[in-house]
């Protein structure tokens, strides 16, 4: 217990600090240099580390594109899980998922929550108030409010943006205690991928403002030739 204590710690102390997402032009930290942190744990604890990094990703407006499998790989890194922060993030990171993907889906068409229906926590509501703006979940999920009319829209950008944000906004909300220990290091490791996700996001806005620009001036030998 004494060696993963100050596996942590040193692993911790070696990291940048980080602030919210869209407020960065590359993440302080490069996810090679990350890795190599992160080969400071014990195998146990990196694999289970990766686990909850291959399940818990950045919410982007797209709906999963399994959500069979991504329940099933919910409940059963959950049924593994000893730590209550992470068992607690992991079920507001499901829930958020799975809240966006029905959103889409009702949007587009579908009748009922097909499997989305059998989430945890959410799965209920959904089935029983499909129709309902919010799933009447808004009270235990205020967000919900924002983001329906935004994905009703069809505004990816907004619909992202507001993902980020809020997971940004829960996660700095809810620090771990003690500040060293696998949570901890769960902790800074989604904090970290917002960040990128969000430098992805700006340098790809980045780039489509350069192509409009360039879309914008004038053909050049086309002016010569109507000038002459």
């Known amino acids: 217990m004494a060696a993963d204590a100050y596996r942590y710690v040193t692993l911790l102390c070696a990291l940048p600090a980080l602030r919210r997402p869209f407020h960065w032009e590359r993440p302080p930290i490069s996810r090679v240099h990350l890795e190599q942190r992160l080969d400071m744990l014990a195998s146990d604890d990196r694999a289970r580390v990766a686990r909850i990094e291959a399940l818990v990703?950045?919410?982007?407006?797209?709906?999963?594109?399994?959500?069979?499998?991504?329940?099933?790989?919910?409940?059963?890194?959950?049924?593994?899980?000893d730590s209550p922060p992470l068992r607690e993030w992991l079920h507001w990171w499901l829930s958020v998922k799975v809240l966006t993907a029905a959103l889409r889906a009702r949007r587009?068409?579908?009748?009922?929550?097909?499997?989305?229906?059998?989430?945890?926590?959410?799965?209920?509501?959904?089935r029983e108030h499909w129709t309902h703006p919010t799933f009447a979940l808004a009270r235990h999920h205020p967000w919900l409010e924002t983001?329906?009319?935004?994905?009703?829209?069809?505004?990816?950008?907004?619909?992202?943006q507001a993902l980020l944000e809020l997971a940004w906004q829960y996660l700095d909300r809810r620090r771990p205690e003690p500040p060293y220990g696998l949570a901890a290091v769960v902790h800074y490791l989604l904090r970290w991928s917002l960040v990128e996700r969000g430098c992805q996001r700006d340098a790809q806005q980045a780039a489509?403002?350069?192509?409009?620009?360039?879309?914008?001036?004038?053909?050049?030998?086309?002016?010569?030739?109507a000038d002459s």
């Open 108 to 126: 587009d068409g579908q009748a009922d929550p097909g499997v989305l229906g059998e989430a945890p926590r959410v799965g209920r509501a959904l």
């Open 57 to 81: 990703r950045p919410p982007h407006a797209d709906p999963p594109p399994d959500a069979d499998a991504l329940l099933r790989d919910a409940a059963r890194l959950l049924a593994e899980l």
């Open 208 to 225: 489509e403002r350069f192509r409009a620009l360039l879309d914008a001036i004038p053909d050049l030998d086309a002016s010569l030739e």
């Open 147 to 160: 983001l329906a009319p935004l994905i009703q829209a069809g505004d990816a950008a907004a619909t992202e």
